[in-house]
């Protein structure tokens, strides 16, 4: 009897919530609530830092090389003209991308100087394709000289002819370069680990350096100056 009295009584007091117009607007309200919090919470989320897309990374890629050979062309000119060795030395070669000492050449022919630039990219040979010089033309050559490329007061000495002629001197072929050249600038983008390190360091009379860590800008610095090589650039450049 009693169960069926309470039953009864929660009945009527459910009918009654449901009939009150009041339900409505609090449950409404309930609703808006969690709305408004999920809101903010989205809105707190912290954002993202946006990164350029993959279209626009080779474009951004390209400007700073610019940049780069930009700030060495500008530090060459201010060189007194016996400072005629300049040494691209890099930590690795992720950060010395070849179009880096190619653009640098470019400008000063274009500004009137007379460049070799002198490729130690063995792994490579970049710099003999940069300038679409054709494979024969290099293997060809009996004896190792500069090669003219297609602009003028440019010439190269491919990366190829270190090994195929295994005796070379890096100094005896800047030596019988300098008195025919206004600037000679020598690309070795993986200078820290190899192992004529110190006679290609000592072979120059200024270098900047291409890394990214401390660690890597302290041991070619040092080498640099060891070497008696001016350093043009108190801190690291990367391309």
């Known amino acids: 009897m009693s169960n069926t009295v309470i039953s009864v009584s929660l009945i009527g007091w459910a ?9 409505y607007g609090v449950f409404g309200g309930l609703a ?5 919090g999920a809101v903010w919470l989205l809105l707190r989320k912290p954002k993202s830092k946006t990164s350029p897309v993959p279209s626009e990374r080779p474009t951004l890629i390209r400007q700073q090389c610019r940049d ?3 700030l060495i062309y500008e530090k060459i000119i201010s060189l007194k003209s016996h400072d005629k060795v300049i040494l ?13 000492p190619v653009q640098t050449a470019v400008r000063l022919a274009q500004a009137g100087k007379k460049i070799l630039l002198i490729d130690l990219d063995t792994k490579r040979n970049a710099a003999a394709r940069a300038f679409d010089l054709n494979e024969n033309i290099v293997k060809n050559c009996i004896s190792p000289k500069p090669l003219p490329t297609p602009l003028e007061n440019l010439s190269l000495w491919p990366a190829e002819f270190f090994v195929r002629f295994g005796q070379m001197n890096l100094r005896s072929v800047i030596q019988s370069a300098e008195n025919c050249f206004d600037t000679i600038l020598i690309n070795i983008p993986y200078l820290d680990g190899h192992p004529d390190r110190k006679l290609i360091a000592s072979s120059a009379k200024a270098g900047l350096i291409f890394c990214k860590t401390t660690q890597q800008f302290d041991r070619l610095s040092k ?3 060891q070497s008696q090589c001016q350093l043009l650039e108190e801190k690291p450049l990367c391309g």
Do not use: D, K
């Open 15 to 23: 009918n009654n919530i449901t009939a009150s117009p009041y339900i």
């Open 32 to 36: 808006l609530v969690i709305l408004l």
């Open 68 to 70: 780069i050979s930009l």
């Open 88 to 100: 691209l030395a890099g930590a690795g070669l992720e950060y010395l991308p070849v179009t880096i």
């Open 223 to 225: 080498l640099l100056t």
